[in-house]
């Protein structure tokens, strides 16, 4: 008589249904894990409009940037208020714009990341209040991310071997500061600027020339053909560890030079002017980025910010780096002028040690390197 295979279907039935659910799980388990991180960034501080979707802290999926240069222009400098009304124009569509081109959906979003300070207040206004309504929404995490951080972090964008520690020196038109990068989340403020910024002082000195805004690139283009050795600035608080910077008397000086010329009925070579000038700023950005970079022990240099794109500076730092054997980075040129991609990647890093903002975030003008405010609703 052949066997009787007894079939327990109660127990057949239950064993692939834990089958199945173990199943669910890995298919959940392997899609999680093979989704990439996807955050989404706006960046309203001054006069870009920008939003970007990054991937995995490191790979720009897209960096849409609506400049206002060309609104401003007119006036020789931004007008805050006009910049608030135009971020409020373009920032959605600016927004719409970088998820399409980056072919990804609101909902595929891991966290939102946004430019809460410094900048002009009516200016962040726009992009933190956005931020927060896409958050609520949605319940995707809210970021609160320092402008200045973002400026360094646009080098983890062009660089992807580059790691902490390093020496940042950030010169945009509204800062010039010497940073101790210790870490993702660990910065030192060596010293900055006492009155103008390098950026600002770039433009003042442009204006005066009649160039166009902002001025940078035209005085950056002017020295090219000028001498640096023709005149004489001055080069300030040039002593050994002082790593503040001030750009008022070059100003003033420049000033000066010209209206002299003027009086006198002399003509000035402009070129030559611009070539002197901006020598005077580099040399005090690149002996002081090599003393910090000295004094903290530190085999890497960093630029970052808007003057990051000047050639003399970038040539200068590059020999002197060279010199003394230390790796010299600097972001493409996209990357460094205000981009929300350099905000992404700022807040990418925030999102890996769970530093999230709640609905109080507010826009904060004054808001220093490395302070974390992003709880602070006054
Ligand atoms: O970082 P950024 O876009 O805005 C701020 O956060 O301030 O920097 C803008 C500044 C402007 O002052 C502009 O004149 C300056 O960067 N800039 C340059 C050059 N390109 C932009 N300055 C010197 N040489 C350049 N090639
Ligand atoms: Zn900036």
Redesign the pocket.
């Known amino acids: 008589m052949a066997d009787r295979v007894i079939v327990d279907t109660y127990n057949m039935v239950q064993l692939e249904n834990t089958l199945q659910k173990e199943y669910a799980i890995l298919e959940d388990y392997e899609e999680k894990s093979s989704k990439p991180c996807l955050i989404l960034a706006l960046e309203t501080?001054?006069d870009?409009t920008s939003a970007s979707v990054i991937a995995d802290g490191r790979i720009i999926l897209s960096n849409v940037i609506s400049s206002q240069v060309p609104v401003h222009q007119k006036f020789g400098g931004v007008v805050p208020e006009i910049a608030s009304r135009k971020h409020i124009e373009n920032v959605i569509p600016v927004v719409d714009q970088a998820l399409r081109a980056a072919n990804v959906a609101l909902s595929d979003i891991t966290a939102i990341g946004v430019t809460y300070g410094p900048g002009l207040v009516g200016a962040l206004l726009v992009g933190v209040s956005v931020a927060k309504a896409l958050s609520f929404a949605t319940d995707i995490p809210l970021i609160g991310v320092n402008?200045l951080e973002g400026?360094i972090f646009a080098n983890f964008l062009s660089h992807p071997e580059l790691e902490p520690p390093f020496m940042a020196l950030v010169v945009?038109?509204?800062?010039t500061s010497l940073v101790h990068v210790k870490g993702y989340n660990e910065f030192e403020l060596l010293g900055q600027t006492r009155d103008d910024?390098a950026?600002?002082a770039?433009?003042k000195i442009a204006r005066v020339m009649k160039l166009p805004y902002?001025?940078?690139?035209y005085?950056?283009r002017l020295a090219a053909t000028g001498n640096p050795e023709a005149i004489a600035f001055p080069r300030a608080l040039a002593g050994r560890d002082n790593f503040e910077f001030s750009f008022s008397g070059l100003k003033s000086a420049v000033l000066n030079y010209l209206n002299s010329a003027a009086q006198r009925g002399e003509e000035v070579n402009h070129a030559d002017v611009a070539a002197s000038f901006q020598a005077a700023v580099v040399d005090v950005l690149v002996s002081k980025a090599l003393q910090a970079a000295h004094k903290c022990r530190v085999k890497q240099i960093v630029l970052a910010?808007?003057?990051a794109?000047?050639?003399a500076l970038k040539i200068k730092l590059a020999e002197q780096c060279q010199e003394a054997n230390i790796s010299l980075y600097y972001p493409e040129i996209i990357l460094?002028?205000?981009n929300a991609a350099m905000i992404a990647c700022r807040a990418y890093y925030q999102h890996l040690i769970g530093k999230y903002a709640d609905l109080n975030l507010n826009a904060l003008p004054s808001l220093k390197l490395g302070m974390d405010n992003t709880n602070c609703s006054s």
């Open positions: 501080s001054c870009e402008h400026h945009s038109g509204g800062h910024a950026g600002e770039f433009d902002p001025g940078g690139p005085i950056d910010g808007g003057v794109a000047n050639s460094c002028t205000d």
